[in-house]
C-alpha cells in the first residue's frame, strides 16, 4: 500500500485539518486579523499581575512575521530582560520534534505504525497490566495485556505506560524504579520502564505517558544512531534550528531563562538553578524523547513553519504532506472515552505527538481555537499550535510552573479574539 492509499485508511472517517489538496495552499478566511495591541496587553498583564516573571510570542501568518512581543524578565532576580533570543526549556514541546524523527524512518519503511513494539524492542513483549488489587505479598495483581502494544500507541499515548502522574500502583512503581533519572542511557530506561505494570490494555485509554521516550529508544535501534545526533542532523540541522539542543554549550547559559513556580497568594518563587539547567547544561546520560531541548522562539517558529508547510521549509523538506496530514489527524477511536487530563485541552483528539481540535470551542472557558489546528506545551506552561486554516502559527513562552491553563487561554484569545469560535 502506497503512502497515499495509506492516509485515506487512516484517516477515515477521523477530523482532518484543513490542508490543501494537490499542494494548494489552503484558504485563508476573510477578515482574520492579528490584534498587536491584544496580544501586547495580553503579555504585559501577565507579568504585572505576578502570573510570570517573562512572557514573549511570536505570531507567522500567510507567509510573513504578524506579531513579536517580550515583555518582563528570563531572569527576575538578575534583572535580565526576556528577548526574542532568550533560551528556554520547552519539555514536552520536544515531543512532535522527536515523533517528526521517528516518522521519517516510518516514510523510509522502517516500520509500520501498527506492528508490535516488541518486534523491535522486545524487552516490552514481556510487560503485564494492572489487574486491579493486590495478591497475600502485598504487590499488585497483574495480567497479561489484551493485545500486544503497537507503535502507534507510543504516538497517540494509548500504550498504558506511567508517567508517574496518577496515584496507582504501576506510579509507585514508576517512581521506585525511575526509568527517567538523568543517570540512565536510554537503553537502561527501556530497560526499566518494561518493568512497570501497565495502566490499561493497550488502545483502551489515553494517558500522558512516556511514549514518546520509548520513540526515540526505537529511533536508535533503528538507525544504529544514538538519538541526540540523530534527531540534531536529521531535524535540528536541516531546519536551521541552530540555538536549538538537548545538550547546550556553557556560553548559551547567559541567554538561558531562570523558571519560577507559583505560590499562594501569586508569588513566584525562583526554581533551583541546578535542577532547572540540569537537562541542558549538567551532566546526564540520558537523552529524552519527551523533553530536555532547550530553544528560542524563532528556533522553534522554523519547526511550527515546517508543519504549517506541510513538511516543507525554505525547500527543505523533512517530512511528506501525507506524513504530516496522518500526524495531526485524531487518531483516538471513539471508544476511548478515558482520557485523563486531554479533555481540560478542549475539544481535542489527538494525532501522533500533537493534540488535534476536532469541534469549535463550546464556550467562553474553553481555549479559542479552529477545527483542525495541532498543538501541544510544556511543564512550564509553554505552548505552540498550527492553524492551517488560519494559515497561521503561533509559538508562546513563559517559565512557570506548576503549568498554568489560564495562560493559554489568554494568549489564545488575545490572537483570535474573544469571539473567535472558528472561520464564518
Known sequence: MDRRNALAV??????????????????????????????????????????????????????????????????????????????????????????????????????GLDDRLADYLPAFGKVKVLAGGTGADGNPLLRDPARPIVIRDIMRHTAGFSYGMRDTPADKIFHDVDPLALTNTLEEFGAKLATV??????????????????????????????????GRRTVLEPLGMRDTAWTQPPERLSRFAAAYTQGPGGTLTRYPDDKTRALNFGPRKLTMGGAGLASTLDDYMRFARMLLGRGTLDGMGILSPDTIRVMSTDQLDPRITKRFFLPEKGSVGFGLDFAVRIAPPRDAKENRGTVGEFFWDGAATTLFWVDPVNDLAVVFFVQVAPFDGTLHHDIRQAVYGPDYTGPV
Open 10 to 111: 487512516l484517516a477515515s472517517g477521523l477530523a482532518i485539518p484543513a490542508f490543501a489538496a494537490e499542494g494548494r495552499a489552503a484558504p485563508v478566511p476573510a477578515g482574520f486579523a492579528i490584534d498587536r495591541n491584544r496580544i501586547d496587553t495580553a503579555l504585559k498583564q501577565m507579568v504585572a499581575a505576578n502570573r510570570v516573571a517573562g512572557a514573549s510570542c511570536l505570531v507567522w501568518q500567510r507567509g510573513a512575521e504578524r506579531y513579536f512581543g517580550a515583555f518582563g524578565f528570563a531572569d527576575r532576580e538578575a534583572k535580565r530582560a526576556m528577548a526574542r533570543d532568550t533560551l528556554v526549556q520547552i519539555f514536552s514541546m520536544t515531543k512532535p520534534v522527536t515523533g517528526t524523527a521517528l516518522m521519517q524512518l516510518w516514510e523510509q519503511g522502517k516500520f
Open 197 to 230: 505494570p501497565l495502566l490499561f490494555d493497550p488502545g483502551a485509554e489515553w494517558s500522558y505517558s512516556t511514549g514518546v521516550d520509548v520513540q526515540a529508544l526505537l529511533v536508535e535501534h533503528l538507525t544504529g544512531e544514538a538519538f541526540e545526533p540523530h
